[in-house]
């Protein structure tokens, strides 16, 4: 059974709408580890002044 354009459009746009997602979770992963990079940087700062 082939699909119509209909239903291959609404699979890409799911598949398209979980890749967003997943991209988000991962750049919100990567922004908290820098946001804990720059309070060490800062920290390390501190102790050197």
Known sequence: MT???E???EE???ST???SEDIQDEMEAILKKVESLMSK???IQK???
């Open 12 to 14: 890409l746009k799911k």
């Open 7 to 9: 239903e291959t459009f």
């Open 41 to 43: 940087i800062e920290e």
């Open 47 to 49: 102790d050197n002044q």
């Open 17 to 19: 709408t979980k890749l």
């Open 3 to 5: 699909a119509t354009p």
